[in-house]
């Protein structure tokens, strides 16, 4: 029984085996019987002459509806890979994404192991703690005993073949069942609202073996979960495919994470790390690049060679065929990365294989770009690994029809300035092309286990984005994933070709592919790789800053932000602002076409307003915010440290010009009459939302923070930072002049927000990564300094409209009086 030991040592995340051998004693209580009892037939009774045989990992037959597989001796407790799709998909709405033909719905690790009693056990694998020590006292046997594997199924043996050594279970009743191993995991249910699965309406459709896999597809019909209202009584059918796919005997070496390398990760509790605790443990997800045995003296000496296994891409067959060479391309591209890790033709892409019955989309031996004939305008690139070591298995990534709508617009309106082809509303192929080229390149990044980088645009000067030299040599940003897409800040004078405004693969993105994959044979584990990887990440970064690594999940850090560019928020939006000045005028003529209305000019008009709105937001982080650079102790300088006081000071004086301002160029009463958009509703939106980050007290408890802890540079205080902005949104109590119905809009959001600052528990406030908003929570200012500021701020902005109210007439009278007794009614409790 070695093979159970060696298997359960793999679980626990043990890569030798000269200890796992030694782990546990063989299990003699599991043994096949000598007689057969009644229920267990000669295996010619049950695999007889008409029987269908598919030889591959392991048989598969097939008699009479029935499927059984036949499992070799050796193929017990070897960890298997269960990946389910979608083959084809129910007609109705897809939410969030989900319920499309190609999408991945469930995942597990199962083995099979022979149990007592004539039966053989489907386990389900779990990786969360691990321990290597098998010695005798060891924790090896302490872990393992508090992490049983559940039972997923027990199969009744049907038939011995103790000629071939191998053991034949009747899998039928059990696929025929609801089971989240082999279909839809209770989440994917959860967003699909699929109920019940109706038995009489689903049945097997195949079963196929091949050397390393087996590809089950079922037809599935589920009754449909009530919504709002009653449950329909039409099932959804879906057609489904499960990929069994074997995993490594040996699992790969696994690479540890490093925070300043954005690679991503699946993480365990190790309890040897620390011999007074236990550690968390990382490893990033990679592919197994290994060069050839007969090679391997060759990369040694720092050659290029082709890896044992490259990595291919196949292209759906139902992808338009004009956009399928620059998918191919997009993926090409990455192997000039790969070459500095020393491989050669590590990775391509093709056309999927034509009249192939070998080849299927579904797969999960195969890595497919899968056309999505859908509206959704987007992409993505998941990716399936080895939870044992980290090693990508295989991807599908989803490419929807639509995203060439989402780059149409970007291009239109961040490049329509500067390059003449953007300036229409169906793009010439070439133009398209490219656009789904980089996306291509984008997503199949994330596939090679990269995270987006927020922060690799802002180690570039935003004046270089203007350099047409430096821009159409290295790109607008070192990271293609970076949220960078275009170049915005580059201007007309410039004369900068598509070269310099289109994203690339960059300087960060070739070194995080050598980090990730150089090969190092010197090390035996992942922990012996460390220290080398920690000098290699330290040295780097000292040599070139363009390496930095900016996790978008760093919401305080101004430098790590989606769609940004340059090391300047404030200088790149407003040249972003002008040329979005430039744009807007000649959108009428841009978005004409015969035969058509207004629709698309509405959307364009909206998108100017919606990239304008990018700016403020990019600029308002730098209020209140710090700077997180990640280090090793074996670094120079601090982790986290403040923005620097005048960035703060200009970032307010930003929003104040070109938004607290009310910004009239965006106000065009002739796009308002053509397609009802109503700019001032979202200019006023836009306001509104700033103010609530500026007056919200996560804010203010920043900067008095800052003040208390940095005493010996100059910080921009709380006190001075509410005096500027008082000055931004009331500029008419200190000019005497008329106040529009946009300031008094504002300041009437103004002081409910501060009402909020110094009352308020638990103020929710949205915060916009490029995905979307996310919400987070502001301290309670009433066990702070926030609420005693700003308690005084308004009794001393009531002293001010108190003034000004005599030197003011009509509305602009009236709003202020109101504005006064609003401050007095929280401030004293009484209504005047």
Not at 549 to 567: A, H, I, M, W
């Amino acid at each position: 029984m070695l093979r159970l030991n060696i298997a359960l040592v793999a679980l626990l995340g043990i890569t030798g085996t000269s200890q796992a051998q030694k782990a546990l004693p063989a299990d003699s209580s599991v043994k096949k019987t000598d007689t057969l009892p009644s229920a267990i037939k000669p295996y010619g009774q049950v695999i007889t002459a008409k029987t269908k045989t598919f030889p591959g990992m392991f048989k598969v037959h097939q008699l009479n509806g029935r499927y059984y597989f036949e499992i070799p001796d050796s193929m017990y407790n070897r960890a298997i890979l269960v990946v389910n799709r979608i083959s084809k998909a129910a007609v109705g709405p897809r939410p969030q994404m989900t319920g499309y033909a190609g999408d991945q719905i469930a995942e597990n690790v199962i083995r099979f192991e022979p149990g007592p009693d004539d039966k053989v056990f489907m386990k389900v694998m779990r990786f969360n703690e691990r321990s290597a020590d098998s010695t005798e006292n060891g924790l090896f046997r302490s872990v393992l005993n508090s992490n049983l594997e559940p039972i997923a199924a027990a199969f009744p043996v049907k038939a011995y073949n103790k000629e071939q050594k191998s053991t034949v279970i009747d899998v039928t009743d059990y696929l025929n069942t609801d089971n989240e191993v082999f279909y839809f995991s209770p989440q994917t249910k959860t967003v699909l609202k699929i109920g019940a699965v109706q038995a009489d309406k689903s049945y097997i459709a195949g079963i196929k073996a091949f050397p390393q896999n087996i590809e089950i597809r079922t037809l599935r019909s589920y009754l449909p979960v009530a919504g709002q209202g009653p449950a329909s009584t039409i099932p959804d059918t879906y057609e489904l495919n499960s990929s069994m796919v074997l995993l490594p005997a040996v699992p790969m070496q696994p690479r540890f994470a490093d925070p300043r390398v954005g690679f991503f990760s699946r993480g365990f509790v190790d309890f040897d790390a620390d011999p007074q605790g236990v550690k968390a443990q990382y490893m990033i997800t990679r592919w197994r690049l290994e060069p050839k045995d007969e090679d391997i003296e060759k990369y040694k000496r720092g050659e290029l060679v082709e890896p044992k296994k490259p990595i291919i891409y196949y292209i759906d067959p139902a992808t338009p065929k004009k956009w399928v060479p620059y998918l191919i391309a997009g993926v090409n591209d990455w192997q000039k990365a790969f070459e500095q890790a020393g491989f050669k033709n590590a990775i391509k892409a093709m056309p999927a294989p034509e009249n192939d019955s070998t080849w299927s989309i579904d797969d999960a031996r195969h890595n497919v770009i899968v056309y999505k004939p859908s509206q959704i305008a987007n992409a993505s690139g998941p990716h399936v690994h080895d939870p044992r070591s980290g090693e990508i298995i295989e991807s599908h990534i989803n490419w929807y029809h639509n995203i060439m709508q989402l780059v149409h617009d970007w291009y239109m309106i961040q490049a329509g300035a500067i390059d003449p082809a953007a300036r229409k509303m169906k793009f010439d192929d070439e133009l398209m092309g490219q656009l789904i080229r980089f996306v291509s390149s984008h997503e199949v990044g994330h596939t090679l286990g990269l995270m987006h980088n927020f922060g690799s645009s802002s180690t570039v000067p935003v004046e270089k984005l203007r350099d047409k030299q430096y821009v159409e040599a290295h790109g607008h940003t070192p990271s293609i994933m970076d949220y960078a897409r275009f170049n915005y800040v580059a201007q007309p004078e410039d004369h900068i070709s598509q070269k310099g405004i289109f994203p690339r693969i960059g300087e960060y993105d070739t070194w995080a592919i050598e980090w990730g994959y150089r090969w190092y044979p010197q090390f035996k584990s992942a922990k012996e790789e460390v220290p080398y990887l920690n000098k290699l990440i330290i040295d780097s970064l000292a040599k070139n800053k363009h390496l930095y690594f900016g996790n978008e999940f760093s919401f305080s850090d101004p430098r790590n932000q989606s769609e940004d560019l340059g090391d300047d928020a404030v200088l790149a939006g407003k040249y972003g602002i002008k040329n979005l000045q430039r744009i807007l005028p000649q959108l009428k003529d841009w978005t004409r076409e015969p035969n058509e209305g207004y629709d698309k000019l509405k959307n364009m008009y909206e998108e100017v307003i919606k990239q304008y709105k990018l700016y403020t937001v990019q600029v308002l982080k730098s209020i209140g915010g710090d700077y997180r650079t990640l280090k090793s102790i074996e670094q120079p300088g601090v982790q986290i440290e403040p923005v620097e006081y005048q960035r703060q000071k200009d970032a307010m004086k930003f929003l104040n010009d070109y938004l607290f301002t009310t910004p009239t160029w965006l106000i065009n009463d002739t796009l308002t009459a053509l397609t009802g958009t109503e700019p001032f509703v979202h200019i006023a939106v836009a306001q509104s939302n700033v103010l609530m980050k500026l007056q919200g007290s996560g804010t203010l408890l920043t900067l008095i923070k800052y003040e208390e802890l940095n005493k010996n540079r100059k910080n921009y205080k709380a006190s001075e930072f509410l005096e500027d902005l008082k000055r931004s949104i009331w500029t008419e109590l200190y000019t005497n002049k008329p106040i529009d119905i946009y300031r008094r809009n504002q300041q009437k959001i103004y002081i409910d927000n501060s009402f909020k600052a110094f009352k308020a528990v638990n103020e929710i406030v949205g915060r916009n990564n490029g995905n979307g908003t996310i919400y987070y929570i502001n301290p309670d200012p009433t066990g702070t300094d926030v609420s005693s500021i700003m308690r005084a701020h308004l009794v001393a902005l009531r002293s001010d409209i108190r003034k000004a109210i005599p030197l003011q007439t009509g509305v602009s009278k009236y709003h202020l009086q109101d504005m006064e007794n609003r401050i007095t009614v929280v401030l004293e409790g009484k209504d005047k």
